[in-house]
């Protein structure tokens, strides 16, 4: 039973911890999220209403606008490039 209940949670961890290396919407500091929020704080209001709670539901709502965003909101909420620092194609599996 106990082997049962480990290797469920063990099972249940590892299928969560892509998910919360996914999003690379979201600033990963608080001033990361300042900088987004000054960014786009008249869009918000302008697309969203400015009345979602959650920052997830924030940046959903403007996804669905981004080509109607400002030019400096549009930045803060595209997700980084890295190929850019290395100059070349990642090969994530060694090939």
Known sequence: ?????LLALLCAMSGATPALAVNT??????DDMAV???????????FCGGNTVFIFEMENCLKRYMPYLS???????S???FRKYH??????FGF
């Open 36 to 46: 987004e929020q000054d960014a786009c704080a008249p869009d918000a209001y302008r």
């Open 1 to 5: 039973m106990q082997k049962t209940i």
């Open 79 to 81: 997700p980084t490039d």
């Open 71 to 77: 030019r400096p909101c549009r930045k803060q909420l």
């Open 87 to 92: 100059g070349e194609e990642p090969d994530f």
């Open 25 to 30: 919407w979201a600033g990963s500091t608080a």
